[in-house]
């Protein structure tokens, strides 16, 4: 089974490191980053899809994705 993630947070470090975390856990990056402007927190955003492709488990929406 393929799992897909988008992960998402502030413009600094900690955005960062949150990509990386999932990287060393397995999960691949997928397409190019994302970087917008969030009028409400009048801040920058980045935002990355990743995939993981998990043998002998079953979808459920109840899964919790960063788990794997």
Do not use: I
Request: glycine share 8%; hydrophobic share 30%; with cysteine.
């Amino acid at each position: 089974m393929k799992l897909y993630r988008f992960l998402t947070g502030p413009d600094d470090s900690s955005f960062c490191h949150k990509v990386t975390a999932a990287l060393n856990k397995g999960w691949l990056l997928h397409g190019s980053p994302t970087y917008a402007y969030d009028p409400e927190t009048k801040t920058m955003r980045c935002g990355q899809a990743v995939y993981k492709e998990v043998d002998s488990v079953e979808y459920s929406p109840d899964m919790k994705l960063g788990e794997y």
